[in-house]
């Protein structure tokens, strides 16, 4: 009775009824929990568009070192390995940093070194897909294309050179399609990403039975005292991080607003805001990763995780 009582009073309720999967929290939770591993393969089955049918994953060490100690650490949202052997590194890309494609091929070394084997060794290696779930946009040439698949290949003939390493990359903010316009499971993974957090119930569209269990396992009133605490300091590290990043955004555009207005053009303002706004962002992205990794540092969050939210390294945080 009492537990009870101290649970209720600790445990506020939301307004949103279904957690935010953009947090470390909620994305950990849906995904790279052995509970919930079916909502994990149905993703990326959907993702692959049925070329590679994965029937069953092991979640592996989502910490690495380098190949020396003083190697910089990686710490992965989820890793995982098929049936096969294939490594599936999971990551959901909050925010751009300046460095986010030097990052997710830094990554993509881990599972394939980790393939070495001791002693004599054909250096044959299963494949590497590396998943980034990105809340930003980073290709402005084509609004509509949102799912990139990225492979190497040879420049001259445009065929793939090699096929066992393959970087997807999905920018949720272009993906706006409403629920009676979803035409398969992928796009109907994409819209839960995207909207997960604003809804009120699951709506009809998606009736597939791994969607009632996404739903069961993201609604809030279901948490234990400890998974509430866990969301609830997850959630205000997202918040305070977007709030600086929006306020970044805004002084960038009064600035080049303020540029224009001043240079007295026509075609100023138009311009100016998307050169100023491209400019301010360049320059103050480095001042602006600092001032997110200070304020989380202030509120007594540990290193690690700053250095997860940030894209900065420990050492980095502790100079602060």
Known sequence: MWRNQEKKKSMQPYRDRYLNPYTDFGFKKLFGTEVNKDLLISFINSLLHGREKIKDLTYLNAEHLGVGEADRKAIFDVYCENENGEKFLVEMQRGEQQYFKDRSLYYATFPIREQAHRGDWNYELKCVYIIGILNFCFDDTDPGEFHHEVQLLNNRTYNVFYDK????????????????????????????LRNLSRLLERPKALQERVFAKLFKAAEIAKFTKEEYDAYEESLKVYRDWKNTIDTAVMKAVKKATQKARKEGLKEGLKEGRAEGLKEGLEEGRKETTYAIARQLKSEGLPAATIAKATGLSEEEIGKL
């Open 165 to 192: 390493l393959t970087f997807i990359y999905l920018e949720m903010p272009k993906f706006n399609k409403t629920e009676d316009q979803l035409e398969n499971l992928f796009e109907k993974w994409l819209f839960v």
